[in-house]
Every structure is written in structure tokens, then in C-alpha cells.
């Protein structure tokens, strides 16, 4: 299969809103692709390299060959490319990751060049998500979508259920939870209160869970007998990283279970480290101890419990994990009394809540009503310090904005907290262009990557949380920081300090 099919996919999918256009453009370039090829090709449809890691940014790729005049490449030999690729490391790595990559893009038209590049960067956006991609292939395939969910749920990923659903639904049936194969987890669809996500979780009323949401890592662990795996939210195996893990995993009065919890860094007094202390931990024997805490039970001693509901696995998890293991949770059908929960969990300074309904099934892989996170949301209005030109579909804008609190000991003025593009629509893209170049006092002409700007211009960010930096002077990173406005209304002196930063992540000024 050559890739310019799924070049023309791609842009086919692209240029319609119509989620049913979409799906059967993806399912007609799943039905026309080789066998061999299927896993593949699903990644790609999906927007990203089956390789974890290939070396590439996009600076790497600015620079590319002349394109070929005609298509040849192939799907196959591409994705060899990239494994290639992924496995250079040590003394000539650099010259020769250049010399595969101007031998690959220079046997790419000009088209496939710009698709090849997005795969890399992760700037495929087309509104391919992965549920899209199963849809699709459940339309190829000729089998029930509800199938092809449940099986990439248990597999762990779509590209894994690609070839059984080609051989029909008795295949994707075969693909059952296993012990020891991570499956993928359930999630949380979001509210903005407590109240909010009672109505969403119990419209009729009654009781529901109402969990501390911790700021950790979600892990996932699976026990057969002394055997112990942990796995993240994204299905990495982490075991041998956390072996505090397995000897609880280990203690247990069961041969074989599946449980679902978080690992944490906990200070003295119980309150949680700065994110990245527990990320870097789970990353690297960092030194940093983490606790675990579980919150749910998919499998215990041979028996699934995926389809029981939220009530019987909580009772379950009850008889299985010591209470100091458990994710400290609220069983109530009030509201008021659900919130004032919420409140002490913030105080205590963890995330928020996440409400749970007592009825529902662990729906594996989905962000659907039955668990409703419930997060106070922080906001700043911070300066803008310079911006980035964006890649894939923003090109031609410049896209991703530096920010920075007002901070006195700071020889500029501001001290900088981090970036982000989130949250921009077209219409603010083009308009930050537009404000950023008559701000600039560094070249917009691409010559540089990053556009100095005077510090004039405001924007209200809304975050998550702060975590301690050594990238940024400040010593903070903002968290999952995304645009809510621009604010013409205030100027720089406006702005908030690093103080009030610091204030509003209590962390002190010794973060």
C-alpha cells in the first residue's frame, strides 16, 4: 500500500466537518490496506508513529530535501524507516539520523513530505480521533462497533484489535481481560461543580462514591501468583521502577486481581509533593518514595469484574486492599454534604474529587457519565515574553505563547512560567499574528524559531496547578495551562506577581 493513499485520506477527512464523511473515508482506506500492513495504517489514521520514540522534532525537520516528483513509497518500508530511526543512538547518531531522514523525505513528494512531518510532530489534525478510527474499522471490517470497543478496551489499544477485526466477531470476542496485559483505563468526563456532577452521574437521585482525586500517576496492577506488573495511564510497564509497589502487590490475600489505583509522593505531614516528584519517580529511581492508593478492581482470583457494578467492586476492593491503601472516598446522595468533602480534599492539597456512580460498569477506555472529575480552576493573568512560530496546520501563525508573571527581582521585570497553545482558536491565531509582529523586537521572518516581544500584552490562563521547575528561574511550571482570553483591558503593571503565583499553588515562598 503506498502512503499517498493515506495522504488522500487524510485530506479527505481534513476537509469535512461530517463525522460520518470522516468514518467512511477511514474505513475505505482500512478496507483497501494489506494485512500486514492493518496495525500500521490504524496508527497512522490516528495520527501518530507506532514508534514511541524516533529521535525527530520538529526542528529536525525544518529543512528537508527537494521532494520526489512522483509517490513511491510504500507503507511498510516507511514504517521499517522509522524503526530505523528510533534504534540510532551513541557516537554518529546525529549524521546518521540526517542521512535517514533526507533519504526518506527526498523519496517523498511534496505532499507527503507535510503528512510524514505531522505524523512525527504530532500535528496530524484532522479530527481523526481514536474513537473515529474504531468506528471506521468496525465499518471495514463488517463487524459491531460496540465489538471493536470492548476488545481494544481489553487489548489495550486500537492498532491491537485491527487484524481480529478482520476475521470477524468471534476474534475480537477471544481478546478478554488478561492478567498481566494492561487494558486500557476508565476515565472522567469533567464539571465545574459538585452539584453538576451529581446531575450528571445520578439524574434520579441516590447515592453515589464521591473519591479524592490525587495528583499522581494513574497505575494500574496486575498480580498471577508472585508475578507483578505495573503499568501507566498510557500502558508503559513501570514495574521494576516501583518496587514499593509490588511487595503491597505481593502482601495481598489474593492469587491473581487487577487493581486500579495511583502512586504518590506524600510530604511529612501527608500532603502531596509537587507533581513532578512523584512523575520523576515513576520515571527513575529518583530516591522519592511513593505511596500507593487504589480505587477500583477489575479482575480478583479468576473472576472479571468489569461488567459488575461500581457498588460490588467497591466492596470487593474493601476486602482485598488495607483501608491505609484506599483512596479516601465519601458515600452519600447529598450534594451539600458531597461538597463540603470536596472542599477538605482541596485543603489537604490534592487535586479535587472525582463522583462516581454506584451502578455503572468500569467502561474501560472511556470518558463517559458514570465517573465525573470535579477540579477547581485556577486562573492568571500573566504577559506574554515572546512566541513560538507553530508547525502542521498553524505554519503560518505564530502560535505558541512564552508567559511570565511580574517579578521585581527580576532583572526583565517578569519572570517566565511557561508556554502553551491551548485553548487558541483560528480567529485568536490569526489576531496574536498580527499583535505579536507589531510587538516583536526579534525577526518574524523565520529566521528564528522564537519571536522576542515587548511585554505588553495580557492573557488570562487558566491551570491546573504549579509544579517546582528548574527550567524557568522562578523555580515554578505552570500545569496543563491553556488561553481563556487576551486582556486589552490591563497592561503588564496589571499583571499578577510571582508572589500571587506562589500564593495561589500554596506552595510558599520556598518553592
Avoid at 56 to 62: A, K, P, T
Amino acid at each position: 500500500m503506498l502512503i499517498a493513499e493515506l495522504v488522500t485520506t487524510h485530506a479527505a477527512v481534513s476537509a469535512t466537518r461530517s463525522r460520518k464523511e470522516k468514518s467512511a473515508a477511514l474505513a475505505a482506506a482500512l478496507a483497501s490496506a494489506d494485512r500486514d500492513d492493518l496495525p500500521i495504517v490504524v496508527s497512522w489514521l490516528g495520527g501518530s508513529l507506532l514508534q514511541r520514540r524516533t529521535g525527530l522534532g520538529w526542528r529536525g525537520l525544518q529543512s528537508l530535501p527537494a521532494p520526489a516528483e512522483s509517490s513511491s513509497l510504500e507503507v511498510r518500508e516507511v514504517h521499517e524507516a522509522f524503526d530505523h530511526l528510533a534504534g540510532l543512538s551513541g557516537a554518529g547518531s546525529q549524521q546518521a539520523r540526517a542521512d535517514a531522514v533526507a533519504d526518506l523525505f527526498g523519496r517523498a513528494t511534496a505532499e507527503e513530505q507535510r503528512w510524514l512531518r505531522g505524523l512525527v510532530t504530532g500535528e496530524v489534525r484532522q479530527g481523526a480521533l481514536d474513537a473515529l478510527v474504531q468506528e471506521a474499522l468496525a465499518v471495514a471490517a463488517g463487524v459491531p462497533l460496540k465489538a471493536v470497543r470492548r476488545a481494544a478496551m481489553l487489548a489495550g489499544s486500537t492498532v491491537a484489535v485491527a487484524v481480529p477485526a478482520f476475521e470477524g466477531e468471534a476474534a475480537l470476542a477471544a481478546i478478554g481481560l488478561q492478567v498481566g496485559r494492561p487494558v486500557l483505563p476508565m476515565l472522567a468526563s469533567s464539571a465545574t461543580d459538585v452539584a453538576a456532577a451529581f446531575a450528571k452521574v445520578a439524574p434520579d437521585g441516590g447515592p453515589v462514591a464521591v473519591d479524592t482525586k490525587l495528583d499522581g500517576i494513574r497505575i494500574q496492577v496486575h498480580r498471577r501468583g508472585g508475578d507483578v506488573t505495573v503499568a501507566t495511564r498510557s500502558l508503559d510497564d513501570i514495574t521494576h521502577r516501583l518496587p514499593e509497589v509490588v511487595a503491597l502487590a505481593r502482601s495481598l490475600p489474593a492469587e491473581s486481581f487487577v487493581l486500579d489505583g495511583e502512586a504518590i509522593a506524600l510530604d511529612e505531614s501527608g500532603r502531596p509533593r509537587p507533581f513532578q516528584e512523584t512523575a520523576s519517580r515513576t520515571a527513575q529511581d529518583s530516591g522519592v518514595e511513593v505511596s500507593s492508593y487504589f480505587f477500583d478492581l477489575l479482575h480478583l482470583d479468576g473472576r472479571d469484574l468489569l461488567d459488575v457494578d461500581g457498588a460490588r467492586r467497591l466492596e470487593a476492593l474493601s476486602g482485598l486492599v488495607p483501608e491505609s491503601n484506599l483512596v479516601a472516598r465519601l458515600v452519600t446522595d447529598d450534594p451539600a454534604e458531597a461538597d463540603a468533602f470536596a472542599t477538605r480534599v482541596v485543603s489537604e492539597g490534592h487535586e479535587g474529587v472525582v463522583v462516581k456512580s454506584l451502578s455503572a460498569a468500569y467502561d474501560a477506555g472511556r470518558r463517559g457519565a458514570g465517573w465525573v472529575k470535579v477540579k477547581p480552576v485556577h486562573t492568571l493573568d500573566l504577559v506574554v515574553l515572546a512566541i513560538e512560530w507553530g508547525s502542521g496546520r498553524r505554519s503560518r501563525w505564530l502560535s505558541n505563547i512564552h508567559l511570565g508573571a511580574r517579578d521585581e527581582a527580576s532583572p526583565t521585570g517578569f519572570t517566565m512560567l511557561g508556554k502553551t497553545f491551548k485553548g487558541m482558536t483560528d480567529e485568536m491565531l490569526a489576531w496574536q499574528t498580527e499583535r505579536f509582529t507589531e510587538l516583536a523586537t526579534s525577526p518574524t521572518d523565520r529566521s528564528d524559531y522564537v519571536v522576542h516581544v515587548r511585554p505588553e500584552q495580557v492573557v488570562e490562563i487558566a491551570f491546573d496547578g504549579l509544579q517546582r521547575s528548574t527550567r524557568y528561574p522562578g523555580g515554578l511550571a505552570l500545569r496543563f495551562a491553556r488561553v481563556v482570553r487576551y486582556r486589552d483591558d490591563k497592561t503588564a503593571a496589571d499583571a499578577d506577581t510571582l508572589e500571587t503565583v506562589r500564593s495561589v499553588a500554596r506552595l510558599g515562598d520556598d518553592a
